[in-house]
């Protein structure tokens, strides 16, 4: 099994509302990112959890709220929204300490903020 | 973090003809890994063919082969026999050999890729 899962594939939320995303994985793989990415630009990092505890923040501003409950699992909690927050969010997974390994993606949300 | 160059936003090809994407990169380290990820439209982003720095040979995947010219820091991708199921966004991506738990990509801007039937 090579697939990241990532669920809900479309979100519609309101500047007020609190939502949340989810991502999966059962590759074993102990390092799990978010990336936000906008049309036609590379992924932005967010954050990264290694072996469940979160090891970057890339400044991300505290209305996205990160959890790794457990090694396969990844949420994105999301609270007061802005316009510009409006975007692909993707889910990645990689083994840690395997310098060439690459990272799996998952389909990702598509977030729209009205 | 290292910068990563694309610096043809589009490129168009034949269906069966050959494309090649350039990408270039800035970096003091010796060793480190290159990345051609591909993004259909819509669809997940995968990888398409990775790169050890330490290595001469290039590295080839089918269809696809990169041409590794370390001194001028040029890591180009050719797309041979072109499919009309390669149109995406393609991404070259630099990895430092540091980052052994917090394993950080340094993206290009991305090329379109368009297959004309």
């Known amino acids: 099994d090579t697939e990241v899962t990532q669920t809900p594939k479309h979100l519609v939320m309101g500047m007020t509302n609190k939502k949340s995303l989810k991502c999966e994985q059962h590759?074993?793989?102990?390092?799990m990112y978010w990336y936000k990415q906008k049309a036609k630009k590379p992924p932005e990092l967010m954050f990264v959890?290694?072996?469940?505890?979160?090891?970057i923040n890339e400044s991300v501003p505290s209305r996205f709220s990160p959890e790794c409950p457990n090694s396969s699992l990844l949420n994105l909690h999301l609270h007061a929204l802005q316009p510009e927050d409006s975007a692909l969010y993707l889910c990645?997974?990689?083994?840690?300490?395997?310098?060439?390994?690459?990272?799996?993606f998952g389909p990702g949300t598509r977030l729209t903020v009205t | 973090a290292q910068t990563v160059t694309q610096s043809q936003p589009e490129m168009s090809v034949q269906e069966a003809e050959t494309v090649t994407l350039s990408c270039t990169y800035d970096t003091s380290e010796s060793d480190y890994y290159l990345f051609w990820y591909k993004q259909p439209p819509s669809r997940q982003m995968i990888l398409v063919i990775r790169q050890e720095a330490y290595k001469q040979q290039n590295a080839t995947e089918n269809r696809f082969s990169v041409n590794f010219q370390k001194a001028a820091k040029s890591f180009s991708l050719k797309i041979s026999d072109s499919q009309l199921g390669d149109a995406a966004m393609y991404f070259c991506?630099?990895?430092?050999?540091?980052?052994?738990?917090?394993?950080?990509?340094?993206f290009g801007a991305g090329t379109t890729v368009t297959v004309r039937a």
């Open positions: 590759m074993g793989h102990r390092a």
């Open positions: 959890y290694s072996y469940e505890k979160l090891s």
């Open positions: 991506a630099y990895r430092s050999p540091l980052d052994l738990n917090d394993y950080k990509l340094s």
């Open positions: 990645a997974s990689s083994r840690i300490r395997d310098r060439l390994y690459e990272q799996y």
